[in-house]
């Protein structure tokens, strides 16, 4: 899903809780800017789909090694 659509934000951190809540994962496209890929990833998104698959990999692994310190 698109994290904004028309303008109107879509995706956010309660989103992405009911979503889970409700069994469903989050996967948002297309996100290429490194502060939105930190953003979503810190609020719990599932998956990114990213035309910078370079960046989002950097990105997703520099997170996944500080999830792992906490």
Known sequence: MPECAEGVRIVSPRFIRDAHHGG???QVW?????PDMRRLLEW????LISNRLDVAVRIRDAFLARRKMD
């Open 24 to 26: 469903f994962k989050v």
């Open 30 to 34: 297309t996100v290429d800017e490194e």
């Open 44 to 47: 719990g998104v599932d998956g």
